[in-house]
């Protein structure tokens, strides 16, 4: 086990398709974590998970954003009807019980178009 | 690589010298904080922590300090090398949740 995973690196879509990320992250890691980051700026958080429960999603993650972690190892985030503000980086971190500093994954590039 | 930020405050410094960048953070109740590094194309890389019942921390060529009066965090590097060239975060974590809140980062761009 080599990291967090993220995949794909890169995605461009076309305004008001829907897109799916998947994370893995390290493997003993029951946390995991969404973030998105814009140029210029610090990630900002969006949703956490505790094995397979989601329990914490801030207010920038609107309607139209899901994220799931059915077996509480990977996890996935599903952004429906995208647009062109959705461009950003999104980062998956993990981390083990109450480590509080995560290990991030390289991210994913969405660009809308 | 792509940039990570277009329009950050730069620290430039010479190869050799000692680097400082400076972080103040807004919540009170925080009691944990964080330096991460991120380089073009990669997600932020953990480089030291520190807790707020400590007030400096130090680590492989690199030093936190905190002034929890100020609500001040910075972060020493000493003989900053190429490879410490970089956008710099520092992150804080209150203990009622489990989110880092990041500050808006400093790119250091070390001259040979």
């Known amino acids: 086990d080599t990291g967090v995973s993220q995949n794909p690196r890169h995605k461009i879509t076309k305004r008001g398709q829907n897109v799916t990320f998947r994370c893995d992250p390290i493997s003993e890691h029951n946390r995991l974590y969404w973030y998105r980051q814009t140029l210029g700026q610090g990630p900002e958080f969006l949703t956490y998970?505790?094995?397979?429960?989601?329990?914490?999603k801030s207010r920038l993650l609107s309607d139209r954003f899901s994220a799931e972690r059915p077996k509480g190892s990977f996890s996935t985030l599903e952004i429906q009807r995208t647009e062109q503000g959705d461009s950003a980086m999104y980062l998956c971190?993990?981390?083990?019980?109450?480590?509080?500093?995560?290990?991030f994954g390289s991210g994913t590039r969405l660009t809308v178009v | 690589g792509e940039s990570v930020g277009l329009h950050l405050p730069t620290l430039s410094v010479q190869e050799g010298d000692n680097s400082i960048i400076n972080c103040a953070y807004s919540n009170s109740a925080s009691d944990y904080f964080i330096w991460y590094k991120q380089e073009s194309g990669k997600g932020p890389q953990f480089i030291i922590d520190?807790?707020?019942?400590?007030d400096k921390r130090q680590g492989q060529r690199v030093t936190v300090l905190l002034n929890k009066t100020v609500k001040h965090l910075s972060l020493q590097i000493a003989a900053t090398q190429p490879g410490d060239s970089a956008v710099y975060f520092c992150a804080e974590n209150a203990a009622a949740g489990n989110k880092l809140t990041f500050g808006g980062g400093t790119r250091v761009l070390v001259k040979p």
């Open positions: 520190i807790r707020s019942n400590m």
């Open positions: 971190a993990s981390s083990l019980g109450e480590m509080r500093g995560y290990t």
């Open positions: 998970f505790q094995n397979e429960a989601q329990l914490e």
